[in-house]
């Protein structure tokens, strides 16, 4: 299976070690789950995770850029697909997941949540919540439970 995380899932990953992706990290961990990533998206991550806010030294930074590197499948990057997100800055997960086929978009923005009916009828993508049952099942291989 395939995979695109937005920024928000990475830092909840890589920054405060949240338990609500748990199950995705132990997915990508034992090759159940592959990420996939662009120019772009890696881009994002490292200007968020260099904002003041994160209060991440240079260390901390380089730990969280290697473990995305380590993880993520690179890939070109993606044209713009006719399923339009309200908020442009969030497109490039959309496309990326739409040009890669990918079966899952992970994330918590509203903008791009809203696409997921559209995203299943037009492309079989899955635009999930990290926390949706539907992607722990998959990932916990007891999909036949749901």
Known sequence: MKAVLDTNV????????????????R?????????LGSDETRAELLDVIGR?????????RADAAAAYDRWVRPCASAPACALACR?????KFVDLAVAERADWLVTKDKAVL?????AARLHALSIVRPDA??????????????
Do not use: K
């Open 10 to 25: 990475w830092l909840d990953w890589l920054v405060f070690g949240d338990p609500g992706v748990a199950a995705i990290v």
């Open 27 to 35: 997915g990508v961990e034992r090759g159940a789950l592959r990420v």
């Open 52 to 60: 003041p806010l994160f209060g991440l030294d240079g260390r901390a």
């Open 87 to 91: 908020d442009r800055d969030d497109q």
């Open 114 to 118: 809203a696409l997921a009916r559209r």
């Open 133 to 146: 049952a539907s992607l722990r099942a998959v990932l916990s291989g007891d999909a036949a439970n749901l």
